[in-house]
């Protein structure tokens, strides 16, 4: 099948899931990840109507973001950063998933040039205690996030988890309703957010259901990733040196 095919496949799914969500169709974007996969498949996506496009990489991804600038793409980092990666992330980046710790958005505050809007941010939140993820305890969220609401270069729109994956739908359900509550708890508590990052190929359905915003999704659009890690991308480039995953 072809990006085109797989992107419509995937907007009925999207239709479906908010039709049995009893939300409107329009409540939830599509964010399609495009690490591994070269400019020519984003550019593909991108002639479907495709705007935001996701990256875990960030020499990965600031050497797509040049590449395809002439396109006005909106780019999401939603990869693990590392305090000393913070500058590139800054500079050509319109979101940032996977903000975690305050050193990290102190930086990207400081980093994120005055001619450009303000960095669109999200906290990332550890909801199941997965030991491998990045992310905040959901009991550090709220203090986290109101730190970076007033740091002057950030917008902060919301949450985004990655659970690990679950046995079945009602599990699965389960931890992206904890993820909700906590989006839930922040908006209470006066943070004007609109973003509730959550749900990946396999498990966008749920995460509709639990109140997701933005799904996130790759392998159904592009297809398999040959290995994690493997950049593709840099190797069909030509030439360049394959994109290191960070950290
Ligand atoms: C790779 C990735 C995705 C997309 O995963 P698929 O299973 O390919 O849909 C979403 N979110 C993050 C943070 C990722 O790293």
């Known amino acids: 099948m072809t990006i085109e095919a797989h992107l ?31 400019p020519e498949a984003v550019a593909q996506a991108a002639a479907c109507g495709q705007r935001d496009f996701g990256e875990n990489y960030i020499q990965e991804g600031v050497e797509k973001i040049a590449t395809l600038a002439h396109l006005g793409l909106v780019w999401h980092c939603i990869g693990p950063l590392q305090s000393n990666k913070t500058r590139p992330v800054a500079e050509h980046f319109d979101w940032v998933h996977s903000v ?18 303000p960095l669109n941010v999200c906290i990332q939140v550890n909801i199941d205690g997965g030991p491998t993820k990045a992310g905040v305890a959901p009991e550090d969220a709220l203090a986290l996030a109101q730190a970076v609401a007033v740091m002057p270069r950030l917008r902060l729109r919301g949450i985004m988890t990655i659970p690990e994956p679950t046995p079945d739908f009602a599990a699965t359900l389960a931890v992206h309703q904890r993820a909700k509550a906590v989006f839930d708890e922040l908006r209470a508590s006066g943070l ?11 498990d966008l359905e749920a995460a509709i259901q639990a109140g997701s915003t933005m799904v996130r999704v790759g392998s159904a659009i592009f297809g398999g990733r040959a290995a994690p890690n493997v950049s593709v991308a840099a190797a069909s480039a030509g030439g360049v040196s394959p994109a290191l995953p960070l950290p």
């Open 192 to 202: 004007p957010l609109d973003t509730l990052s959550m749900g990946m190929s396999a």
């Open 100 to 117: 975690d710790r305050l050193k990290i958005a102190q930086r990207l505050s400081e980093q994120r040039p005055t001619t450009l809007a």
């Open 8 to 38: 419509q496949t995937l907007r009925q799914r999207i239709a479906q899931a908010c039709a049995l969500a009893g939300r409107p169709p329009g409540a939830v974007q599509l964010l399609a990840v495009s690490k591994t996969f070269p």
